[in-house]
Structures are given as structure tokens and as C-alpha cells.
């Protein structure tokens, strides 16, 4: 893990976005947005360096070490800044560790990839891309429960793919529903048919006005649990094809009448 106390650490990231930068140049192709990950950071890291507790010490507006990952992306805002880049993310470059939308980064339009609409403990989040539209945060929505492909297809004993977000088949790709997403989730995470006018009566619904902020959909694949090129296309056949109806033929603005 980076430490980000260290002032070598912004020249290391300024170097390799340089040369990102750079190949795409000679491609002649063209760079907006830049990825930078920024999810799973646990609790406390950084709590017990010697380092980070000298630099807050000297950084007396820097509140504690819940704060430096924030200080860190305020330095990346401006590197970016700089060179004409947005900087993108998952959602938690916009959130505070206790899950509350961090208001700091809106003049920076950070682009925020909402991968969280969990059930059980770590959920209900199926409204977070909402919340964060609400709020002004520009957002692609990557939603488990509907563009994961490295998901089971369904319950079948002998079908590959994890579970712990639920099942993803076809039609959740085909249903995915950017200005309505509570249309887009059909079953619950063990696939049972579920009351959804009642369970999600207290969720946020995306505001009219912030539909703009909508940016777009993004389906993911883990390679992690491919063994090969059979289980490969396995996982994205024929479940791309409901993503690309989705992302490219569908007029947002008729998803929710």
C-alpha cells in the first residue's frame, strides 16, 4: 500500500500518469478520464506509521488519518487538474468512511463508478448512484446486481461464477434501468421473487434534474475466477448482448415513463 505521507509517492503518480499520457499521444487516440480505483482502502490504514503521524502533526488542518485519503485524492484533483484530465474512481473516492457522501470533491467533478447496491449487511444500497446523482457527482453505474459477469447465471449446482452479490443473467443485463434502477433489480440476491414497491418506499429515486448526471452504464468481469477461454465466453455470452442493447440502443429517456 502506498503511503501517502510521502511526498515521493506524487512524483511516482505523476510519472506514471505521464507516461499514460504519453502512449496515448503516440496512439493518437484521445484521454479524458483516468481510472484510479480507490475502493476497499480498510479502516485505519496508515494509523500505525510513524510517518503519517509526523505529517499530521505538521498538518495541523489535516483532522486525523480518517482524513488522508481524502488529502490524498485533493492532491490528485489538482495533478489532474493540470493536465486536462478527469478523475474517475469507485464511489468511495466520493464517500467519507462512514458511508456519507463527501461533499469536497463536487467542484472537481470526480467521476464516480457506482458498483454498490448490496443486499443484507454491507446493503440496501440500491439507491447510492441516485444519491450521489442527487448530489451532484457525475456517475457511471456499474450495479451488481445487474452488469457483474463474473456472477452465477442462476442456482444450478453445476454453474460457474460467485454469488455473493446475487445471480446476474441475461435479462438483468437487458433490464438494467440507468434512470430507474429499482425497475432494473427483479429478485432478490438468492433469485426469490421479493415486494419491491415496499422495500424500496425508502430509498432515494433519481431526480429529474439530475438525469445529466447520469453518465452512462459499465458492465465488469473479474478475471479472476476464469480458468480459460471456454469459461470466458461462458460468462459474457449471451449476457454482453443485454449490456450492449442497454448501453448503446436504448434512449435513456425512455426508461421511466
Not at 462512514?98 to 463536487?106: A, K, V
Not at 480459460?228 to 449476457?239: E, K, N, R, V, W
Request: proline share 5%.
Amino acid at each position: 500500500m502506498a503511503c501517502v505521507c510521502r511526498e515521493p509517492i506524487y512524483d511516482f503518480y505523476e510519472k506514471v500518469l505521464d507516461e499514460v499520457v504519453n502512449m496515448y499521444k503516440e496512439a493518437e487516440a484521445e484521454l479524458d478520464i483516468v481510472h484510479t480505483g480507490g475502493d476497499v482502502v480498510p479502516n485505519g490504514a496508515w494509523a500505525g506509521s510513524p510517518i503519517c503521524q509526523e505529517f499530521l502533526k505538521r498538518h495541523p488542518e489535516i483532522e486525523g488519518v480518517g482524513d488522508l485519503t481524502r488529502y490524498f485524492y485533493q492532491r490528485l484533483a489538482k495533478l489532474f487538474s493540470d493536465k486536462g484530465l478527469q478523475l474517475g474512481g469507485w464511489e468511495e473516492i466520493a464517500l467519507k468512511k462512514d458511508g456519507s457522501i463527501d461533499p469536497n470533491f463536487l467542484q472537481d467533478s470526480f467521476l464516480c463508478y457506482v458498483w454498490n447496491n448490496l443486499w443484507g449487511p454491507q446493503g440496501p444500497a440500491h439507491d447510492l448512484g441516485n444519491i450521489l446523482a442527487n448530489t451532484g457527482y457525475p456517475v457511471v453505474l456499474c450495479n451488481v446486481t445487474n452488469l457483474y459477469y463474473d456472477l452465477a447465471y442462476d442456482k444450478h449446482p453445476q454453474e460457474p461464477g460467485l454469488y455473493w452479490g446475487g445471480f446476474v443473467g441475461t435479462w438483468d443485463a437487458y433490464a438494467m434501468m440507468p434512470y430507474d434502477v429499482f425497475s432494473s433489480i427483479l429478485e432478490d440476491n438468492m433469485g426469490a421473487k421479493f415486494e419491491r414497491s415496499g422495500y424500496f418506499a425508502q430509498q432515494e429515486v433519481l431526480k429529474s434534474s439530475s438525469r445529466p448526471n447520469v453518465k452512462g452504464i459499465q458492465a465488469q468481469l473479474w478475471s479472476e475466477t476464469i480458468e480459460g477461454p471456454a469459461m470466458l465466453q461462458h460468462y459474457i455470452l449471451p449476457i454482453l448482448l443485454g449490456f450492449a442493447e442497454v448501453a448503446c440502443n436504448r434512449d435513456l429517456e425512455d426508461d421511466v415513463g
